[in-house]
């Protein structure tokens, strides 16, 4: 535990020194919303009901701008062959990192999503409650998802449009449960089991996909 | 007794075949001298060494990368972080206590540099910090790459100190290098990958 | 046994042992698939209730059967791969992804084209329809992630990997969709249920579903031999092998 902490601190002093870059990916969130908005009828009813699948691929599209850079740095300055010869465990190091994409880009990007929900028109209420709810519980397993992509990634000179396209269909299930569990609040429906489903998911790439990550980064020295 | 033995080591990278059959020994007090032309297999030897890399065949046997330290090809300084906190992040990887980094920094002409990042600095200047991760604390097995490399004068000058000083301290070095080691060094071995 | 099976592992063996079995494989492959569609397509009698549109079946259920096997082939050859470290088994995932994805939208095709007259409609967010498209998107991201590495190790270990990842989330996107159409329509006409099905049409459905896991064995056997050459060109085996095709 003490090293996912020391790992964190040195993610988090890196990331102080580049402010502007973990705004972009909240900048490209409120973009892409507000640009949906446009592209719809003024005052349309619908786009309510459209805003929790908006919202959801919209905050997974953003929080996949920055994982491409997550382990390549390390890769590069040298770092991450280090981490494999010193005594703590790898699995370790991939956790902390996962855990930092999260924090630096996941979860100001579900405290974006509330005034970028009631910019489309949701109302606060049950709906907001399971968007947020949801967002808490599906951006981690982004993140550790994606962790994973781009671990199996990492030795590739260019990786950018391939990390996507190994996440995004392992993610259907977030999307389906989180936008679900939104309108099934809406209609006045129990969304606890979309929610329930989310956190075992979540439960389950947490307790696998840091020790897969690191299998995989491994792959790059062999 | 030996710090480290290669026996019968077979080295690839990825589906081709680079070295086949080395074997050597460093007992305390020796230098081995790994020479070869670029693209031998000096480096992915190393990394078989300090257990970064698995072997094709054969056997590495000896201490564990714990006890050694192994500057590679890369720095492993992170380009925004300042000296002084590369090297101490790089000790809590290594669960390595930091009260010696400024003296390491010291020992290597960095002092003046220690707050500065890591990108502001000259290829030889990192090279040096590199090697200040030697100082940190005393472990008996030394594996450098190319240390050489981007150093001046002066630094392989007092490049050849640290390491005459670690064999006296009946440490071991296994060093590659297309470079005529600098100092003098009384136990060398050479092992030539041509 | 053992050993037996050990020096079938090498891969000059296994390029010798496939270099004999499978123009037996792809011959009795085309004539169970031969029969089982003729028998299919002419001999069996029109569905009571679907008329002669019910005959894609013979294509559509071998080729949805196969997209599934072949997805957990590659994820068996890959947790082989990882941690026995087995040349075979490398090239097996390399050889399974391009052969699975091709089956897998053979299915996906044959299914749109049997959903229109029967939904009314080419496509239907259908749970089954629906991983079979993640299934193939699945598919080409191992397809993608292999050809983007130049070691074929590497590249082999990594879709390994993956193939296991989403070896384990193809049941959990099945039961995603299930649950997302559930919230929306409980659909009737989607649901077939297990259908009776009498012997003048079953028969030749078995016989074109075993026709149709010999092609596929055929191409698998065919590329893992393709694949080990490429990656052990550098071998004498394959030298001495090629300086023997070229003599005659």
């Known amino acids: 535990m003490i090293s996912v902490i020391q790992h964190l601190a040195r993610e988090f002093r890196v990331a102080a020194r580049h402010k502007t870059e973990w705004l972009m990916p909240l900048l490209f969130f409120a973009m892409v919303t507000v640009l949906f908005a446009l592209g719809s009828k003024p005052g349309d009813p619908r786009l309510a009901e459209m805003a929790p699948s908006v919202l959801w691929v919209g905050a997974l599209l953003a929080a996949l701008l920055t994982l491409d850079r997550l382990f390549r740095g390390d890769l590069d300055d040298g770092w991450l062959e280090q981490v494999f010869v010193a005594p703590g465990a790898p699995t370790t190091y991939a956790l902390a990192k996962m855990l930092s994409h999260w924090l630096l880009t996941g979860l100001p990007l579900v405290l974006l999503a509330m005034p970028l929900g009631l910019l489309l028109g949701m109302k606060a209420g049950q709906g907001m409650n399971a968007l947020l709810i949801g967002l808490l519980l599906g951006t981690p397993i982004l993140s550790l998802l994606g962790g994973f992509a781009a671990a199996l990634t990492v030795g590739l000179p260019r990786a950018g449009l391939l990390l996507p396209i190994l996440v995004l269909p392992i993610l259907s299930p977030v999307v389906i449960f989180g936008s679900g569990a939104v309108r099934a609040a809406n209609a006045g429906l129990d969304s606890s089991g979309p929610i329930y489903f989310l956190a075992a998911l979540l439960t389950l790439g947490l307790t696998l996909l840091p020790w897969v990550a690191s299998v995989a980064l491994r792959n790059a020295f062999d | ?194 | 046994m053992w050993t037996w099976f050990h020096r079938l592992a090498s891969p000059p063996s296994f390029y010798q042992f496939s270099e004999i079995v499978s123009p037996w494989v792809l011959l009795s492959a085309l004539g169970l698939l031969g029969y089982g569609l003729f028998a299919g397509l002419w001999m069996a009698p029109p569905d009571y209730q679907q008329g002669d549109a019910f005959r894609i079946i013979y294509v559509h259920v071998p080729a949805a059967a196969l997209s599934l096997s072949l997805y957990t082939g590659m994820a068996v050859a890959g947790i082989i791969a990882l941690i026995w470290r087995m040349k075979l088994a490398e090239s097996a995932i390399a050889a399974l992804a391009p052969v699975g994805a091709s089956f897998t939208a053979l299915a996906l095709l044959t299914g749109m084209l049997w959903g229109k007259p029967m939904w009314g409609a080419w496509w239907k967010w259908d749970a089954r329809l629906t991983s079979e498209l993640v299934l193939l998107f699945l598919y080409l991201g191992i397809i993608g992630l292999n050809s983007a590495f130049v070691d074929r190790r590497a590249a082999a270990r990594a879709c390994a990997l993956l193939a296991i990842v989403g070896a384990v989330n193809v049941p959990i996107v099945k039961y995603s969709v299930d649950w997302w159409n559930s919230l929306h329509q409980a659909s009737t006409i989607l649901k077939f249920g297990k259908p009776t099905i009498t012997p003048e049409m079953g028969i030749p459905l078995y016989i074109s579903l075993a026709g149709s896991y010999l092609l596929a064995g055929y191409a698998v056997l065919r590329r893992m031999q393709n694949e080990l050459l490429l990656r052990e060109r550098r071998a004498n085996w394959v030298s001495k092998l090629l300086s023997e095709q070229k003599q005659p």
């Open chain 2, 1 to 194: 007794m030996y710090l480290l033995s290669a026996i019968a080591v077979d080295v690839a990278r990825g589906d081709r075949a680079l070295l086949e059959g080395i074997s050597f020994s460093v007992a305390a007090g020796d230098l081995l001298h790994i020479k070869g032309r670029n693209g031998a297999g000096k480096s992915s030897l190393i990394e078989v060494l300090v257990g970064l890399r698995r072997p094709q065949r054969g056997r590495v046997e000896g201490l564990q990368s714990q006890q050694m330290h192994w500057v590679g090809h890369r720095n492993a300084l992170q380009p925004d972080l300042t000296l002084a906190e590369n090297l101490r992040s790089w000790c809590s990887l290594q669960k390595l206590k930091t009260a010696n980094v400024s003296d390491a920094l010291e020992h290597l002409g960095l002092r003046a540099l220690r707050h500065r990042p890591a990108r502001t600095l000259s290829m030889g200047q990192k090279r040096r910090a590199a090697l200040a991760r030697l100082l940190i604390s005393p472990r008996p097995l030394w594996i450098l790459d190319e240390p050489l490399s981007g150093l001046d004068t002066q630094g392989t000058l007092l490049l050849g100190k640290l390491m005459n000083a670690h064999l006296a301290d009946q440490g071991g070095i296994v060093v590659t290098s297309h470079q005529p080691l600098p100092g003098r060094i009384a136990r060398v071995s050479v092992l030539d990958l041509a």
